[in-house]
């Protein structure tokens, strides 16, 4: 699964709102990512084209054949390949490096690591 950054914002729209018409996507992109109903449809296009969206009739309905998870998961998988050569211990150590984590997050990053 691969989605490019205009795919994901458009699939953030569906997973919003599904089901959800084309016209209403466009509406919405319009409003918060400032694009025209052309882009609009030609993202949804590539969406449907990919079988990550279905389209239905009447009326343009588009609802998501992938889960949002799914797709989170596949992209973070590509980011750990591409940038950490599948290191999830680089990834962590670049993600924690600059940040203050409270205690309870830690507890709770501790947890998710000891349920694995």
Known sequence: MKLYDSE???????????PVSAKQISLIADKEI????????????KVIDKGYVKREEPGFIC???IKKEEAQKSEAKGLLDKL??????ALF????????????EIDELRELINKR
Not at 8 to 18: G, R
Not at 93 to 104: C, F, H, I, T, Y
């Open 8 to 18: 994901i914002k458009l699939m953030e729209i569906i997973w919003a709102n599904e």
């Open 34 to 45: 400032g694009w025209n109903k052309n882009t609009t449809y030609t993202v949804i296009k």
């Open 63 to 65: 609802t998501a054949l």
């Open 84 to 89: 950490f050569h599948g290191s999830k211990k």
């Open 93 to 104: 150590s670049a993600l924690l490096e600059d940040e203050k984590l409270s205690d309870a």
